[in-house]
């Protein structure tokens, strides 16, 4: 199939202005940087209307694509299972299960528990034994409400729960009784009396904690600031702590913790599972690295006034408490120690005592730890990025390895003072399966598989995966997992999917999307998802490899693996669709800036940080301060939007962003097209925009807007390459 007609030179109309910005630079002083497009950071009837003609270009465009609505329904037949990733216990009260899309009418995952105090079997399929806790389709009629944060007290009586609208990072969290599920029990009879009164508002990337006496909780919030409904242009500053009593209003709420002196500092509280610490970590950045002061409850009252215990007071590490046996902590570090490690610190005297308990491994990250039974830790180590799974002792002794021939990603689900836990294990073309151990039992019955996902549509049998390594330009070894449906032949004629990240620390593990799988099924493609640094899959050397002054070595990584994937013939030649989102989305944009001509087949940059001359201070430990000369040189010459090339032809371009994005905010992707359209009228592929309406960075979407965004920007690709639909026997 040829690919779909596209006529150059027909874009809507984007006004143009004379704004330039100064900035200064320590090669060459002060520089003036045009932004002509400045007046698309604003939040006017002005910016609307042309979001809404970009909308309407691209829509005409995708709707060409005569196999769209064919790929949309086969994405929404595929995705028709239900999903289980964990299953965790409320203390004294029911098990509570999350699962998510089993009904795909709803547009939000709900919460379900057991019935009684035991777990549901689900040896034999589906158990009768589980109920809807809490739903949040229920919330509103749209779907575009979503559950954020939530946390039980410890009586097991109340469920503390954050609230997001419309895809926005800002929650507000509400109250009710674990007696009083929400459901269409609650529905039905025209009235909740199981929310209590109490509303709090201006809550944003924060944690939630009851404390022990279950009288109320911990939150971080910001100042009150006027709502708004349409697009999101700025930041938050001056975050804050308080504490919310139960049946009180918040303007009674207590602070806790405030640095007016430190704007772009951010907080979270945890307390200890013996209720004897309440734990405050502070932030400056993205950058992991954090402070960590400890108040002892029984000597101090919840107030502004509480005596803190200043146990990490610089930012030379990342510093995580497991847990406490009285005075002695358990923490998880990475502070001389790239690849982590876990230490003890005994607080019982003046001054604190560090001791180191689990030595770091020098070929493996350790990727999480929990404290379970009292007595033993799971530990998960990420070794060239697949987790193994490991019990240890306290005393740090390792005692046994669990589920030696899984090869994927792994998460622990767990409680101190329990004697079993659950670990979530997934991978490329493995849907989801939850293993139990169980202390209790005797040695060889302890792990057992609690729930396997089934999926419908796809037989996750039918696909392989299997990991490479390259050589990056700087000849650094970079892993790549490549993944086929079995009848797709390496042959040099495939065409691709190659997904990317690269920053912040986040490791891109193995994953499993039905979307993706139906996309390679039904054009014989593969998938490709190299492990380019930025990331953790490493520890902390490999994300500062990908930082700041080594940012290029990112997009480095990126464009050599698509190199590779041609020179060795798992794909064709022009036949590489590279895909990102939010700093994956700068990812795409530097590298169809920065590849030879004819490098890529297509592009989709979903919420991508595309200006890095506007960036919030948080991330600056990743992309560095643009208002700071050193770094305003080696940012500048990497900003998608300052760097549009004019003497070749780019890919052709989807970019993705939604109008509630507070995170990376809409803007980035509307100069970046505005950009791209006025500099390359003329480029023979097209460079759109896709404006979601009533939609934030992701989390939260619904079920519904995310069916039909899978459908657009895969069948984007399918239309751009000219891919013709395979027919299955």
Same mark, same amino acid.
């Given at each position: 199939?040829?690919?779909?007609?596209?006529?150059?030179?027909?874009?809507?109309?984007?006004?143009?202005?004379?704004?330039?910005?100064?900035?200064?630079?320590?090669?060459?002083?002060?520089?003036?940087?045009?932004?002509?497009?400045?007046?698309?950071?604003?939040?006017?009837?002005?910016?609307?209307?042309?979001?809404?003609?970009?909308?309407? $270009?691209?829509?005409?465009?995708?709707?060409?694509?005569?196999?769209?609505?064919?790929?949309?329904?086969?994405?929404? /037949?595929?995705?028709?299972?239900?999903?289980?990733?964990?299953?965790? /216990?409320?203390?004294?009260?029911?098990?509570?299960?999350?699962?998510?899309?089993?009904?795909?009418?709803?547009?939000?995952?709900?919460?379900?528990?057991?019935? +009684? @105090?035991?777990?549901?079997?689900?040896?034999?399929?589906?158990?009768?034994?589980?109920?809807?806790?809490? *739903?949040?389709?229920?919330?509103?009629?749209?779907?575009?409400?979503?559950?954020?944060?939530?946390?039980?007290?410890?009586?097991?009586?109340?469920?503390?729960?954050?609230?997001?609208?419309?895809?926005?990072?800002?929650?507000?969290?509400?109250?009710?009784?674990?007696?009083?599920?929400?459901?269409?029990?609650?529905?039905?009879?025209?009235?909740?009396?199981?929310?209590?009164?109490?509303?709090?508002?201006?809550?944003?990337?924060?944690?939630?904690?009851?404390?022990?006496?279950?009288?109320?909780?911990?939150?971080?919030?910001?100042?009150?600031?006027?709502?708004?409904?349409?697009?999101?242009?700025? +930041?938050?500053? *001056?975050?804050?702590? &308080?504490?919310?009593?139960?049946?009180?209003?918040?303007?009674?709420?207590?602070?806790?913790?405030?640095?007016?002196?430190?704007?772009?500092?951010?907080?979270?509280?945890?307390?200890?599972?013996?209720?004897?610490?309440?734990?405050?970590?502070?932030?400056?950045?993205?950058?992991?690295?954090?402070?960590?002061?400890?108040?002892?409850?029984?000597?101090?009252?919840?107030?502004?006034?509480?005596?803190?215990?200043?146990?990490? %007071?610089?930012?030379?590490?990342?510093?995580?408490?497991?847990?406490?046996? +009285?005075?002695?902590?358990?923490?998880?570090?990475?502070?001389?120690?790239?690849?982590?490690?876990?230490?003890?610190? %005994?607080?019982? +005297?003046?001054?604190?005592?560090?001791?180191?308990?689990?030595?770091?491994?020098? *070929?493996?990250?350790?990727?999480?730890?929990?404290?379970?039974?009292?007595?033993?830790?799971?530990?998960?180590? @990420?070794?060239?990025?697949? %987790?193994?799974?490991?019990?240890?002792?306290?005393?740090?002794?390792?005692?046994?390895?669990?589920?030696?021939?899984?090869?994927?990603?792994?998460?622990?689900?767990?409680?101190?003072?329990?004697?079993?836990?659950?670990?979530?294990?997934?991978?490329?073309?493995?849907?989801?399966?939850?293993?139990?151990?169980?202390?209790?039992?005797?040695?060889?019955? =302890?792990?057992?598989?609690?729930?396997?996902?089934?999926?419908?549509?796809?037989?996750?049998? %039918?696909?392989?995966?299997?990991?490479?390594?390259?050589?990056?330009?700087?000849?650094?070894?970079?892993?790549?997992?490549?993944?086929?449906?079995?009848?797709?032949?390496?042959?040099?004629?495939?065409?691709?999917?190659?997904?990317?990240?690269?920053?912040?620390?986040?490791?891109?593990?193995? $994953?499993?999307?039905?979307?993706?799988?139906?996309?390679?099924?039904? &054009?014989?493609?593969?998938?490709?998802?190299?492990?380019?640094?930025?990331?953790?899959?490493?520890?902390?050397?490999?994300?500062?490899?990908?930082?700041?002054?080594?940012?290029?070595?990112?997009?480095?990584?990126?464009?050599?693996?698509?190199?590779?994937?041609?020179?060795?013939?798992?794909?064709?030649?022009?036949?590489?669709?590279?895909?990102?989102?939010?700093?994956?989305?700068?990812?795409?944009?530097?590298?169809?800036?920065?590849?030879?001509?004819?490098?890529?087949?297509?592009?989709?940059?979903?919420?991508?940080?595309?200006?890095?001359?506007?960036?919030?201070?948080?991330?600056?430990?990743?992309?560095?301060?643009?208002?700071?000369?050193?770094?305003? *040189?080696?940012?500048?010459?990497?900003?998608?939007?300052?760097?549009?090339?004019?003497?070749?032809?780019?890919?052709?371009?989807?970019?993705?962003?939604?109008?509630?994005?507070?995170?990376?905010?809409?803007?980035?992707?509307?100069?970046?097209?505005?950009?791209?359209?006025?500099?390359?009228?003329?480029?023979?592929?097209?460079?759109?925009?896709?404006?979601?309406?009533?939609?934030?960075?992701?989390?939260?979407?619904?079920?519904?807007?995310?069916?039909?965004?899978?459908?657009?920007?895969?069948?984007?690709?399918?239309?751009?390459?000219?891919?013709?639909?395979?027919? =299955?026997?």
């Amino acid at each position: 199939m040829a690919p779909t007609p596209w006529t150059p030179n027909a874009y809507p109309p984007t006004r143009r202005t004379d704004h330039v910005d100064l900035y200064n630079s320590a090669l060459k002083g002060q520089i003036h940087i045009p932004d002509p497009y400045q007046w698309l950071e604003e939040d006017s009837d002005e910016t609307d209307k042309w979001t809404t003609s970009q909308e309407i $270009f691209t829509r005409q465009y995708l709707d060409k694509n005569s196999d769209r609505q064919r790929l949309e329904d086969d994405i929404r /037949s595929n995705m028709d299972y239900a999903k289980v990733p964990a299953a965790c /216990s409320t203390n004294r009260v029911s098990l509570v299960l999350k699962l998510l899309g089993q009904d795909l009418t709803l547009a939000q995952p709900a919460l379900y528990r057991s019935k +009684g @105090k035991k777990l549901p079997d689900f040896t034999q399929g589906k158990s009768s034994d589980e109920e809807v806790f809490f *739903d949040t389709n229920l919330l509103t009629t749209d779907g575009t409400a979503a559950l954020s944060i939530y946390d039980f007290s410890d009586c097991g009586k109340y469920f503390a729960y954050g609230v997001s609208y419309s895809g926005s990072d800002f929650s507000t969290i509400f109250v009710r009784s674990t007696d009083s599920p929400l459901s269409e029990a609650t529905k039905a009879s025209g009235k909740d009396d199981g929310r209590f009164p109490d509303v709090v508002e201006h809550v944003k990337f924060s944690s939630l904690k009851w404390s022990k006496d279950s009288k109320g909780f911990f939150y971080q919030r910001y100042p009150a600031k006027e709502a708004k409904d349409g697009i999101e242009t700025g +930041g938050d500053v *001056d975050a804050m702590i &308080y504490y919310h009593t139960l049946g009180t209003s918040q303007s009674d709420d207590v602070l806790i913790h405030s640095d007016k002196s430190n704007p772009e500092w951010m907080w979270s509280v945890d307390i200890t599972d013996d209720g004897k610490y309440i734990l405050l970590y502070t932030v400056k950045d993205t950058s992991r690295k954090n402070l960590l002061w400890i108040a002892d409850l029984e000597q101090n009252e919840i107030g502004p006034n509480i005596k803190w215990n200043k146990i990490v %007071d610089e930012y030379e590490g990342e510093y995580h408490i497991i847990a406490n046996e +009285g005075t002695l902590l358990y923490v998880k570090t990475d502070a001389g120690a790239p690849q982590h490690k876990v230490i003890s610190i %005994d607080v019982s +005297g003046e001054k604190p005592v560090f001791a180191d308990l689990i030595p770091e491994v020098k *070929d493996a990250n350790l990727a999480e730890i929990r404290f379970v039974n009292n007595d033993t830790f799971v530990v998960i180590y @990420k070794r060239n990025v697949k %987790d193994e799974i490991y019990l240890y002792s306290k005393s740090g002794s390792q005692l046994a390895r669990l589920a030696p021939d899984f090869v994927g990603a792994a998460a622990v689900a767990s409680r101190h003072n329990q004697p079993h836990f659950f670990v979530s294990m997934t991978g490329f073309n493995t849907p989801g399966t939850i293993a139990r151990y169980d202390f209790t039992a005797p040695k060889e019955q =302890r792990w057992s598989i609690f729930r396997s996902t089934k999926v419908n549509g796809l037989n996750p049998d %039918d696909f392989e995966s299997q990991q490479v390594w390259y050589e990056s330009k700087d000849g650094t070894k970079v892993p790549m997992f490549i993944v086929r449906h079995k009848s797709t032949p390496f042959d040099g004629t495939a065409p691709a999917i190659q997904y990317g990240y690269g920053g912040f620390s986040i490791s891109i593990n193995p $994953f499993f999307s039905p979307t993706i799988l139906t996309f390679l099924q039904t &054009y014989g493609a593969i998938l490709a998802v190299p492990n380019i640094r930025g990331g953790a899959e490493f520890g902390e050397d490999w994300h500062k490899a990908g930082t700041r002054e080594q940012k290029v070595n990112v997009f480095d990584d990126f464009i050599a693996a698509t190199e590779h994937l041609v020179q060795n013939k798992y794909v064709g030649a022009g036949k590489v669709a590279i895909n990102g989102g939010s700093n994956g989305g700068l990812l795409v944009g530097a590298c169809i800036n920065r590849a030879p001509e004819g490098t890529f087949g297509a592009a989709v940059a979903e919420v991508g940080v595309m200006d890095l001359l506007k960036v919030w201070k948080a991330w600056t430990s990743d992309y560095g301060d643009p208002d700071q000369p050193g770094d305003f *040189d080696f940012i500048y010459p990497l900003s998608p939007v300052h760097n549009v090339p004019t003497d070749k032809i780019l890919p052709p371009t989807l970019l993705l962003t939604a109008d509630h994005d507070d995170r990376v905010v809409p803007m980035h992707s509307f100069k970046h097209a505005a950009t791209l359209q006025h500099t390359l009228p003329h480029n023979p592929h097209p460079l759109l925009l896709r404006v979601d309406k009533k939609a934030g960075h992701g989390a939260g979407k619904s079920t519904e807007k995310r069916i039909k965004e899978a459908a657009d920007k895969w069948g984007f690709v399918a239309q751009s390459l000219g891919l013709a639909w395979k027919e =299955r026997k």
